[in-house]
């Protein structure tokens, strides 16, 4: 029998039923399929106690070998759930890189692919409004009138659109290709 909690879960639809877990491995690496299905058999293992039951399709259809793992999340024994939290992808990742590197595959190492360093950087490069605030700062001290500060925008390649509701920005000396309005 279920409890009140299964039974919410399951009306609801919100139930986890399996997870969808993909091992690629480097092409590089000179594995053979079976090696791979191997590594991917023995980190569910460990990662499930074998407590769980879970499917493994090696894919040889790219370039790399990968695995595509479906983990049952009923315990076979307990008839308990498999609880994803925070800390087992990182288990995951560990016990995957201790098996493969027994079969020689690299190890790649993560990166934070959405650091603030990262991202500061291609904003800087990719948003003119920085440029833009600085050129119009200047032109805002040294610009006697609207038609002096036209001007001068002008000498800055800096062009400035007061048709609409909104002021409009662009560099012309730069690769920006939409306006930035004011």
Known sequence: ???????????????????????SFSPDDNLTPEQVHEIGRQTMLELTGGNYEFVIATHTDKDHLH????????????????RWEKK??????????????????????????NSY???SAW??????RFEIKERLDFLL???????DFKHKAAALDLQI??????????????????NVRD
Request: net charge positive.
């Open 117 to 119: 360093t990262k991202y």
């Open 67 to 82: 695995n595509h793992i479906i983990l049952n999340t009923t315990n076979t024994s307990t008839l308990k759930k498999f």
């Open 161 to 178: 659109d007061f048709s609409g509701k909104f002021v409009k920005y662009k560099l012309l000396d730069q690769p920006q290709q939409r």
């Open 141 to 147: 001290k040294q610009a006697l009138s609207l038609e």
């Open 123 to 128: 904003r800087r490069q990719n948003n003119y």
């Open 1 to 23: 029998k279920k409890g009140d909690d299964d039974l919410k879960e399951l009306s609801s639809g919100k139930q986890v039923l399996a997870h969808h877990i993909i091992q």
């Open 88 to 113: 087992t992808l990182k288990n995951l990742r560990a016990i995957s890189d201790k098996h493969a590197a027994r079969y020689g595959a690299k190890i790649i190492e993560p990166t934070m692919k």
